[in-house]
């Protein structure tokens, strides 16, 4: 199962596919088990002539008791999944890390709107650096960005990163991640958006703090006044 | 156009406007059918575009990706709303609730001959928009805002609004049902029949109705207030103007996931009935899978917002949701290890309508454990949005909807037209439909963990996605879901042929102790020459003591017998 996963790139990629494997292999055996149950019934208690049906009406919770204590520790390995499953969910989504990049991803039918603060490390000055589908994040930084949606619901998805997140008209919604590989990976829209949705791509370019901070540098605006 | 009844010439006088509940649930029956036929040619049209990286799909024609969008979202429709809920709930409930409860008909007859025809009047709305101006809708079968209603960007003209004017009429129709299934069920009893008496299956109409009945009004509200924002211009989802698209997702949900549960239900009432009866045993704990399908009803209200981990609602509301629909999973493996232990010791034949029965068993219990994946919010992050997605809800609906409708099918069909079905057409119909069924959708589960994104009309389009696995992956499940649209030709055959030349049926044919099986088959206007009496529960197959393996519920019991 995790050879189909991508190649992990992010920091909590490790957490999720962790997650991933032991949940596949906790209700793998459960369904493994249920199956040869099922099929070694139907097998060993074909019809034969001469041989006549149990009556076993499990009226007793004595009785009962043969599918309900299964279902007791199926119980027991839920509560289990939702321990392992909170705290990854909280390290992704619920915490927000300080960060060293700051960046806006605006969805737009059917494009990526990328912003970087500039010089002032504020957004929404003169001299934001703005892109369209090409993302770029330093190694080993992590980046905290602010996801926003101009028309319709997109859904940033970076697999590579572990990643996706809905945009929503009328939201900004804060989220983070911290790429662990350099590479380029694919900026996809997993929210039905329209026409053109299959074909609402970018890219997302994993590379070292120097090359990042030139690639920064040569999409400055041309007239880029330092204005505070 | 849109005549359901086109492939049976002939009924349509005999039968419309008719008030029985048994000619009711045919109408419902061969609806849902011609609907699952033309859902079924959206879905090869779906593949064959797929695999074929966009070459004209052979009887259709090249898919744009307006069209894609919009043949996909049909598809969704039409076999959830058009498919699985005419023919689980309306035909099955119609057609057995008055028959196992021992009821001369519906409580209340006109209100279900309405309920029908509105459903044919939302049928023919729903057919009609694939051929208006920009084709139907093609926002997903979810029809989240603000695309639903942004022309502008999903193609549309008409389709979303004739969407939402069929999808209302819709459950119109069937909240007329349920408020039938429930009045009928808890009134018209048979003597002495005890609520703890009544047929699983009963239970399961019963508790599917009543979830309906409860979760449906948020959504017609949704709907409405979607068809004033796309129609007069509103902004109740359109931030803009103070709305809020995510408003709508959680109205949608909070009718969508019980939903899951409506078509469920039914599904599994078919499997406790057929188990029973093949492998002449008792069912293995009533009173708990009843106690089951009760707690799993009260749940299913607790679950919805899964749907939306990753949709921007608050990430502290994940977790809560997260444990609930997890936790759901425990009254379904009560259900579903019951029917397993209903096996243990029993004497089973494997005829046709046993067949399906373990074949949904066979197939749920996947889509059952796939869906504990996406419960968890943490994996569900990785995995919504994904092939994962859509290999998990066709595990879990297919078998309610194609493999429980199959077995009660075969298993009711003596019943409804008084003759047998051949047992060979029906093995020639399942098994090459289990195989293929497979084949279409464990590929999906591979592609899903790739991370391939569902809902892209071109996957070639991305140079992960170019990768030759899952390129054959998108093939086998091509050729799986060819194979079982062919595989339902026997089943077309059987179904015309026996009608004619099947063998005569009889009262009983399987030797089963519920009511349907005590009248004439096809049971007359009526359904019984006189109310029948009850004395004891539906599943006494096997009883120590008695020469016959099994014991009708209507048989007085013998003077001084302990029973």
Redesign the interface.
């Known amino acids: ?1 995790s050879s ?3 190649e992990a790139a992010s920091s909590y990629a490790g ?2 596919d962790r ?2 494997t032991l ?2 292999i ?3 055996v ?2 493994l088990l ?2 040869a ?3 070694g ?2 097998v060993r ?4 002539p001469g ?9 007793s919770l004595r ?2 008791s ?3 204590a ?2 007791a520790l ?2 027991g390995f ?1 509560l289990v ?2 321990a ?3 705290p ?3 390290k ?3 915490e927000l890390p300080p960060h060293d990049e700051l960046v806006r991803i605006q969805g737009e ?1 059917w494009q990526w709107r990328i912003t970087y603060p500039g010089a002032d490390g504020r957004l929404d000055t003169a001299d934001d650096v703005q892109t369209l589908n090409e993302l770029h994040v330093p190694l080993e930084k992590t980046i905290l960005f602010e996801l926003t949606a101009r ?3 997109h ?1 940033l ?1 970076i ?1 590579e990163l ?10 900004s ?1 804060r989220g983070w991640f911290r790429a662990t590989r350099e590479g380029e990976y ?1 900026v ?1 829209c ?10 609402m ?1 970018g890219k997302l370019r994993v590379e070292s703090e120097a090359e990042y901070r030139q690639w920064l540098q040569s999409r400055a605006p041309a007239s880029a006044p330092a204005q505070g | 156009m849109a005549n359901a009844h086109a492939h049976e010439p002939g009924l349509l006088r005999r039968y419309v406007f008719s008030t029985d509940h048994k000619t009711i649930a045919k109408q419902y029956l061969f609806t849902g059918i011609f609907m699952g036929i033309v859902g079924g040619l959206l879905a090869y049209v779906i593949r064959v575009h797929l695999a074929t990286n966009g070459q004209p799909v052979p009887g259709f024609g090249a898919v744009g990706p307006q069209q894609y969008n919009s043949v996909v979202t049909m598809h969704g429709t039409i076999m959830i709303f058009w498919v699985a809920m005419p023919i689980l709930l309306a035909a099955l409930g119609n057609f057995l609730i008055p028959l196992m409860i021992g009821a001369r008909d519906m409580a209340f007859p006109r209100l279900n001959m309405l309920s029908y025809w509105i459903f044919f009047l939302s049928t023919v709305i729903l057919l009609v928009s694939f051929f208006v101006p920009g084709g139907a809708a093609a926002g997903g079968w979810t029809s989240y805002p603000p695309l639903a209603v942004s022309p502008q960007y999903s193609g549309e003209t008409w389709g979303v609004a004739l969407w939402l004017l069929a999808v209302a009429l819709e459950f119109a129709a069937f909240l007329m049902g349920g408020i039938n299934f429930i009045t009928t069920a808890i009134n018209l009893r048979a003597p002495g029949m005890r609520l703890f008496d009544m047929p699983l299956m009963v239970w399961m109409q019963l508790s599917a109705s009543v979830i309906f009945l409860f979760s449906v009004g948020p959504l017609i509200a949704g709907a409405i207030l979607l068809l004033l924002d796309r129609v007069v211009g509103t902004g109740f989802y359109d931030p803009a103007r103070g709305g809020d698209p995510v408003l709508f997702q959680h109205l949608f949900w909070f009718f969508g996931h019980p939903e899951v549960y409506v078509i469920l239900l039914p599904g599994l009432g078919a499997i406790a009935e057929i188990l029973p009866v093949f492998a002449r045993k008792p069912i293995f704990g009533y009173r708990m899978i009843v106690y089951a399908t009760l707690i799993t009803g009260v749940l299913s209200f607790l679950v919805w917002a899964h749907h939306q981990f990753v949709a921007g609602i608050d990430p502290r509301l994940a977790t809560p949701f997260s444990v609930t629909t997890i936790l759901i999973s425990v009254p379904i493996a009560v259900m579903l290890f019951a029917f397993i232990a209903t096996l243990y010791q029993g004497s089973i034949s494997l005829e046709t309508p046993m067949l399906w029965a373990l074949g949904m068993l066979v197939v749920f219990l996947l889509g059952g454990v796939t869906g504990i994946h996406l419960g968890s919010a943490a994996s569900d992050i990785y995995l919504h949005d994904t092939y994962f997605v859509v290999a998990h809800f066709h595990y879990t609906l297919i078998p309610p909807v194609v493999f429980s409708f199959f077995a009660a099918f075969y298993y009711w069909y003596p019943k409804m037209f008084g003759r047998r079905l051949n047992e060979v057409l029906g093995h020639l119909h399942f098994w090459p439909t289990l195989v293929f069924f497979n084949l279409t959708f464990l590929p999906m589960f591979v592609l899903g963990f790739a991370g391939h994104h569902r809902r892209i009309a071109n996957p070639q389009f991305f140079e992960a996605l170019r990768d030759p696995t899952l390129v054959r992956m998108q093939w086998l499940a091509t050729v799986g879901a060819v194979g079982m649209l062919v595989a339902q030709i026997p089943f077309l055959v059987n179904l015309v042929w026996s009608a004619w030349r099947g063998a005569p049926a009889g009262e009983n044919p399987w030797r089963a102790n519920t009511l349907e099986w005590t009248t004439p088959s096809p049971p007359p206007h009526g359904n019984f020459a006189g109310p029948p009496v009850v004395y004891r529960g539906p599943y006494e197959y096997s009883v120590p003591g008695r020469s016959e393996d099994w014991w009708p519920q209507t048989l007085a019991p013998e003077r001084g017998a302990g029973a």
């Open positions: 199962m189909w996963l991508p957490d999720l997650l991933l949940i596949t906790i209700v793998g459960w369904f249920a199956e149950v099922l099929i019934f139907v208690y074909r019809r034969r041989r006549r049906a149990a009556y076993l009406p499990a009226t009785s009962m043969f599918v309900l299964p279902c199926i119980l839920d999944i939702d392992l499953s909170a990854v969910w909280e992704v989504k619920l039918a028309d319709v619901l859904s998805w697999p572990r990643l996706k997140q809905d945009a929503v008209p009328g939201r919604i694919a996809v997993a929210e039905i958006c329209g026409i053109a949705h299959t074909f791509a």
